[in-house]
């Protein structure tokens, strides 16, 4: 999602229950972010409350907990015991969004040579304004891909997870290769381009070499010592091989 998206998010907010958009086909960007970002969150197996909505968007909890009132009188969410989650609507809106952006993201790299931050702040902007005839289009021209460039699925393709592994829950001496760079890393500031830079990227072999007390990881990436931090190595998701 890009950061001008975020800030206007509560503005779009505030004016949200009365767009006569919301009685059509086309939803709010407030309520498409929203989906997006609880899509997201449980996508990563973290537990979607107020709080971490309110931190990936970046807005005030205030508004958060106000579009969220809007959101389940709407019928795309429903909550319980603080918990959020999407109805059967919510998840059909945010399964659109989502796989726009990576579809976007997929463009953005594979033919117009985007790096990957770039490509994540650009798929924010096109994922509400692509329409079914031009992903159709991206689809064709991207030859059906499964997964956006950091390997996470996209809704709709046919995807099949392989059987995956956090790269911390691996020993020492183990050859991997990298899967995916889940949603959680993509918003973590300059995360995307260290990742990019160092070549841990899907598809790409290597080595656990040693792991230090603090956690960091020290990796053989085609001959090149990467240090890769505790944060990152507990959610970065790979497969082991053999050699």
């Known amino acids: 999602m890009a ?3 975020k ?3 509560a503005e779009r907010s505030d004016t949200a229950e009365t767009s006569d958009a919301y009685e059509s086909p086309e939803w709010h960007p407030a309520f498409e972010e929203y989906c997006e970002a609880i899509f997201e ?3 990563d197996d973290l537990t979607v409350i107020q709080a971490r909505i309110a931190e990936r968007l970046e807005v005030s909890r205030p508004a958060v ?3 969220i009132k809007r959101m389940k009188a709407k019928g795309l969410v429903e909550e319980g015991q603080g918990v959020i989650k999407l109805t059967d609507a919510g998840t059909a809106l945010a399964e659109t969004i989502v796989r726009r952006h990576r579809l976007a993201e997929r463009f953005l790299t594979d033919m117009l040579g985007l790096s990957w931050a770039e490509a994540h702040t650009e798929a924010g902007k ?3 304004v692509i329409s079914p005839q031009v992903e159709d289009a ?4 991207l030859d059906d891909p499964t997964t956006c460039p950091h390997g996470n699925p996209i809704p709709g393709s046919d995807y099949e997870a392989p059987d995956l592994i956090a790269l911390d829950n691996i020993a020492v001496g183990t050859s991997f290769v990298v899967q995916r760079i889940p949603e959680e890393l993509e918003f973590t500031p300059g995360m995307l381009e260290f990742l990019e830079d160092a070549n841990v990227t899907p598809g790409v072999k290597g080595k656990l070499q040693a792991r230090s007390p603090d ?3 020290t990796l053989d990436i085609s001959g090149k010592a990467v240090g890769i931090g505790s944060y990152a190595s507990e959610r970065i998701l790979v497969t082991t091989t053999d050699g």
């Open 215 to 217: 956690g960091t990881a």
């Open 126 to 128: 096109w994922e509400h």
């Open 138 to 141: 991206m689809v064709r021209v």
């Open 65 to 67: 907990s106000e579009t």
């Open 7 to 9: 800030t206007a998010i």
């Open 3 to 5: 950061q001008d998206s």
């Open 41 to 43: 969150l449980d996508e």
